[in-house]
């Protein structure tokens, strides 16, 4: 299964767009890219997922490169609520059961 | 709606006690998952269900681990003989799953877990 790379921490001004990158360099063509969040003491809490298209929900924005070894992830305008940890995770079609969380990104968004 | 409910949210227990955590999945989902996250690490995959079919036990540490999932929804996942190292914070989470299209790559949803503290 394919393992990603997020870097441990990032600070971000309120108001101001985050930008999340994620390596995952030997992604398969059946794997696709999940991001979760985590608030302190709550269960992870599903973001947006996709497969090679850039994708956009109510929440955030997921911009996969064209090689599909990296990705990022984009809330348009941080709030101090969206302070937490977030996991960039890739899921095997044929493997699915098996969600790999790695130590993710804490971001901090500051006013 | 409801999402996955999770019981109890705290659970403080005796090294060589068996406890059993439970959890209640979104109505109409057929795929559940165990994880477990140490204090300040990643998610751990347990154990996995879907529907009829026999479970993923792969992840689970050891025999003192099961689970079980009754009537295709509530699942409780037992700890026999607790050790101080199965302290952690234990999550179920569920999903479409199945083998329709689309539910394959349906998103899990995850409860807040139960904060098991093993003295």
């Known amino acids: 299964d394919a393992k990603t790379t997020q870097p441990p921490s990032m600070d971000c001004a309120e108001g101001r767009a985050a930008n999340l990158p994620c390596n995952h360099s030997?992604?398969?063509?059946?794997?696709?890219v999940y991001w979760y969040r985590q608030i302190h003491s709550q269960g992870p809490q599903y973001i947006i997922h996709?497969?090679?298209n850039n994708e956009t929900n109510e929440m955030a924005s997921l911009i996969i490169t064209e090689d599909r070894k990296s990705s990022t992830l984009i809330l348009p305008h941080a709030t101090l609520r969206d302070t937490a940890v977030y996991y960039c995770?890739?899921?095997?079609?044929?493997?699915?059961?098996?969600?790999?969380f790695g130590s993710g990104t804490k971001l901090n968004v500051k006013p | 709606g409801a999402g996955v409910s999770q019981s109890p949210s705290n659970k403080v227990t005796e090294k060589g006690k068996d406890v059993e955590l439970r959890c209640d999945p979104i109505?109409?989902?057929?795929?559940l998952y165990w994880y477990r996250q140490s204090l300040g690490q990643g998610l751990e995959f347990l154990i996995y269900?879907?529907?009829?079919?026999?479970?993923?036990k792969s992840g689970l540490p050891s025999d003192r681990f099961s689970a079980e999932r009754t009537g295709g929804s509530v699942s409780t996942l037992t700890i026999q003989r607790t050790q101080q190292e199965d302290s952690a914070v234990y999550l179920c989470?569920?999903?479409?799953?199945?083998?329709?299209?689309?539910?394959?790559?349906?998103?899990?949803?995850f409860g807040n877990g139960t904060r098991l503290t093993v003295t």
């Open positions: 269900f879907q529907g009829n079919s026999a479970p993923d």
């Open positions: 030997t992604i398969s063509g059946n794997e696709y």
């Open positions: 996709g497969l090679k």
């Open positions: 109505s109409g989902h057929t795929a």
């Open positions: 989470a569920s999903s479409l799953g199945g083998a329709g299209v689309g539910s394959y790559n349906s998103p899990l949803h």
């Open positions: 995770i890739v899921r095997a079609l044929y493997n699915f059961n098996k969600f790999y």
